[in-house]
């Protein structure tokens, strides 16, 4: 079973800047696409950025040129660092997780609790 554990989200002026982490746990899973959604208060849940096990990138327009989306394969953790943050970042984010469970021989979709990015003016 696999369980995603975030940190890093907190309080920020806009324009500053903040780095989230995810750690994946567990055994009996590899890791194939790692990423970061997001909800604000009264909106859907939506994609912020995903990267591959072969390190492709994607992200959302909203944040292209102020997130960059990295991880660390060895210790199944994926980072988002955010730069000049603004009110409209100011979300729950979610890390999320494509994983192969070598167990049920399928993939499963992973997600962690989430991590609160509060941007003030």
């Known amino acids: 079973q696999v369980q995603l554990v975030e940190s890093g989200g907190g309080l920020v002026q806009t324009g500053g800047s903040l780095r989230l982490s995810c750690a994946a746990s567990?055994?009996?899973?590899?890791?194939?696409?790692m990423g970061w959604y997001r909800q604000a208060p009264g909106k859907q849940r939506e994609l912020v950025a995903q990267i591959t096990s072969t390190g492709d990138t994607h992200y959302s327009d909203s944040v292209k040129g102020r997130f960059t989306i990295s991880r660390d394969s060895a210790k199944n953790t994926v980072y988002l660092q955010m730069h000049s943050l603004n009110r409209d970042d100011t979300a729950l984010y979610y890390c999320?997780?494509?994983?192969?469970?070598?167990?049920?021989?399928?993939?499963?979709?992973?997600w962690g609790q989430g991590t609160l990015v509060t941007v003030s003016s």
């Open positions: 999320n997780a494509i994983v192969f469970d070598w167990g049920a021989d399928s993939a499963l979709d992973a």
């Open positions: 567990g055994s009996g899973f590899s890791t194939k696409v």
